[in-house]
């Protein structure tokens, strides 16, 4: 069995967009920006033997706020500049009531599944509780990078910044 990092996408990878406090998700391919170091640090995290795997909440697609071929243009970008092994969606709403939506595990299980991990050595960083939450209801361990909206208290650690979140990873695998 496999060893993975689950990388959230929205202010982990690619740059959050935040107002009054509150984090959103870019819904237009020119508000997509990735962080500077997120190629470097998925190359770290690669080399180390670990399988990077992209999973985000996209509940803009449910809501219609984002189209579906622009949210693929935008996955397009991060794999054409981050070497990440693949990328799982949960485009729906919490009124949806799927198992894939973090905090639930689905996303995480699903791609356990597809790519062979084995969840209690696998590691999940996020910036929300509803990462870190599906990451523990996974078995992960869980890192979360603290930002004013994270709400979460329950990371088995906590970090400033993605090479923080990779050094502390690089030193338990």
Request: hydrophobic share 45%; net charge negative.
């Amino acid at each position: 069995m496999k060893r993975a990092v689950f990388l959230d996408r929205d202010g982990v990878l690619v740059r959050e967009i935040v107002r009054d406090g509150d984090a959103f998700a870019p819904t237009r391919v020119e508000d997509f920006a990735l962080v500077d170091e997120a190629a470097e640090q998925v190359d770290r995290l690669r080399a180390a033997g670990l399988l990077c795997i992209v999973f985000t909440n996209q509940p803009e697609v449910a809501r219609g706020l984002l189209a579906p071929e622009v949210l693929e243009q935008m996955h397009q970008a991060l794999r054409s500049s981050v070497a990440v092994d693949d990328i799982v969606v949960c485009p729906h709403v919490d009124a949806d009531g799927c198992d894939c939506r973090k905090p639930s595990p689905g996303m995480l299980r699903q791609a356990a599944e597809q790519w062979e991990v084995d969840l209690e050595r696998s590691f999940v960083v996020g910036d929300r509780w509803r990462d870190i939450d599906a990451g523990r209801a996974a078995g992960c361990y869980t890192v979360l990078l603290e930002r004013a909206y994270s709400k979460c208290t329950t990371a088995d650690a906590c970090v400033s910044t993605l090479p923080e979140a990779v050094d502390l990873i690089l030193a338990r695998a």
